[in-house]
């Protein structure tokens, strides 16, 4: 599979496309002016606690508090509580100690938020999801902070290994080497970029991460709620540093600035990759270049046909969202049940990469083509769920239930990317209906009759060009415009304009000011 990232540079903000095999499967926007990105740290300050949710409100900047479930504290809130502290109100020159610091026993899971909040202290918070509509960012106290290799947790000693690391062997491997690098008060989590690497390389990954977290405790002293401790990285780079692989051929940015910075990063973390990067440098737009305008306009309408004709309809709600598999005028022989698998599997894969390019979170519930076959059913649920592998969200498939209906849960990190490529039609207003040409002239007639009666001269009538051949077809004296003239004995200009609608027109007083009706 070959994967390229291609980077759009604009006053507004970065756009990131990611394509696979030249299909676009991520879309992401990241604001010039974005705050309160997930990983971002603050130093916020406890405003409410409410019992009934088990939970608190933190101001942390955002118009409206953060959200901090009893959940998301950590076990080792209590520790992350005294480091906040004591870092806030550091004196010293060199800092705080991390390898000194002793750690609080750890919370029990069925507490509650007073028990540990109480005092509505200031406290140290991680950006768990972006802001979404009237709501404000979700929080955890679970603090980590990931590296390409590994992730780093404070306040622990623990040791884990990727599951997707399927070998044993290089599972003890690199817990072996992970335990004897590692500093003392820091856990960590290899991620499964990590197999096959050696000692120096983890190494290198941990110590970088060890640096950031002297940075935090550099921010934090002396630091006032609400405050911004530390920023995740660019979108450009959390994603390189997730997604990079060998299957990673081509990475192309149209801003100077970005390209530098983009290489820069590749060079560090991934050398023998940084000649994939290029910079575009060309008067026509990046995306369309790279056929991704197209793709943008044909993916995120209500209705989403896939090759053979069949299609998907999308619709949202608040409590989820729904997706209808239709067979169109797709066959593939005259057996029904066949028919539907090869249907179902196509659309399939085109759902996994909708999840994926919409953002779409919560749940999701898909209505398949009907099946009689269980072993179809199964098989149609082992292919969504490898369908569903690359998506780097937290996603659970549910097997097909009794009325037909397969249930998938998406892990939501920020708003959905909702790109609308309907308009409202001028002429109908979205009703699908205008009115009928002969009751539009009658109208028009009648107004053109009650101006001249009440003594308008010289005036004007402009329309749109189809109405404007209607109004003055024929021969010049047997036109309707030479019969409203002759019946209304007062010569009434007609013009066309392309800018109005079909069933729009106007008519304007001889010092071209324009009559309201």
């Avoid at 076990?75 to 060199?94: G, H």
Wanted: hydrophobic letters at 35%; proline letters at 4%.
């Amino acid at each position: 599979m070959n994967k390229e990232l291609i980077i759009n540079a604009a006053p507004q903000g970065v756009e990131i496309a990611l394509l696979e095999d030249r299909k676009l499967v991520e879309l992401h926007n990241e604001k010039s002016d974005a705050r309160f990105a997930v990983g971002d740290l603050y130093l916020g300050k406890v405003k409410k606690l409410i019992p009934g949710l088990n939970a608190a409100f933190v101001d942390v900047g955002f118009e409206k508090d953060a959200f901090l479930h009893y959940t998301d504290l950590s076990p080792y809130a209590k520790s992350l509580l005294k480091f906040t502290q004591l870092s806030t109100n550091d004196k010293s020159e060199n800092g705080l100690d991390f390898e000194k610091f002793e750690v609080e026993a750890e919370i029990v899971k069925t507490g509650k938020i007073n028990e540990v909040l109480g005092g509505k202290p200031n406290i140290l918070v991680q950006i768990l999801k972006e802001p979404i509509a009237a709501k404000g960012p979700r929080l955890s106290c679970e603090i980590s902070l990931p590296g390409r290799f590994i992730v780093i947790t404070p306040f622990n000693n623990i040791v884990a290994v990727s599951r997707k690391i399927h070998s044993s062997e290089e599972r003890k491997r690199l817990q072996k080497i992970v335990e004897a690098i590692k500093p003392k008060n820091f856990g960590v989590i290899v991620r499964t970029a990590a197999e096959g690497k050696n000692t120096a390389e983890l190494h290198e990954d941990l110590s970088e991460l060890v640096t950031t977290w002297k940075t935090i405790q550099k921010n934090l002293k002396g630091a006032t709620p609400p405050a911004k401790i530390l920023s995740e990285q660019t979108k450009t780079n959390s994603i390189l540093r997730d997604l990079l692989n060998a299957d990673f051929n081509k990475i192309v940015v149209n801003d100077r600035n970005i390209f530098q910075d983009t290489k820069s990063y590749i060079q560090r973390i991934a050398p023998e990759k940084a000649e994939i990067v290029s910079y575009y440098n060309s008067n026509s737009p990046i995306f369309d270049s790279f056929g991704i305008t197209k793709q943008v306009k044909g993916s995120f309408g209500k209705t989403v046909n896939l090759n053979s004709g069949a299609y998907l309809i999308i619709e949202h709600t608040e409590a989820l969202h729904v997706v209808d598999v239709n067979s169109g005028y797709k066959s593939v022989g005259n057996n029904q049940e066949q028919n539907a698998l090869e249907t179902n599997l196509e659309a399939a894969e085109e759902i996994a990469r909708q999840l994926r390019l919409r953002d779409l979170g919560g749940i999701i519930v898909v209505d398949f083509i009907d099946m009689k076959l269980p072993d179809n059913k199964r098989k149609l649920v082992e292919k969504m769920e490898e369908f569903m592998q690359p998506d780097r969200a937290k996603h659970a498939v549910l097997p097909i239930s009794k009325f037909g209906l397969m249930q998938i849960t998406r892990q939501r990190m920020k708003p959905e990317v909702n790109i609308n490529t309907q308009e409202t039609c001028p002429s109908c207003n979205g009703t699908g209906k205008i009115t009928s040409t002969l009751l539009l002239e009658d109208e028009i007639e009648k107004n053109l009759n009650y101006l001249i009666t009440h003594q308008h001269k010289g005036l004007k009538l402009v329309v749109h060009p189809i109405m404007h051949a209607y109004l003055s077809k024929g021969w010049f004296w047997k036109t309707k415009m030479a019969k409203w003239n002759k019946q209304f004995g007062q010569k009434t200009k007609l013009e066309k304009d392309n800018n109005y609608h079909l069933t729009e027109y106007k008519f304007y007083d001889q010092n071209g000011e324009q009559i309201k009706m």
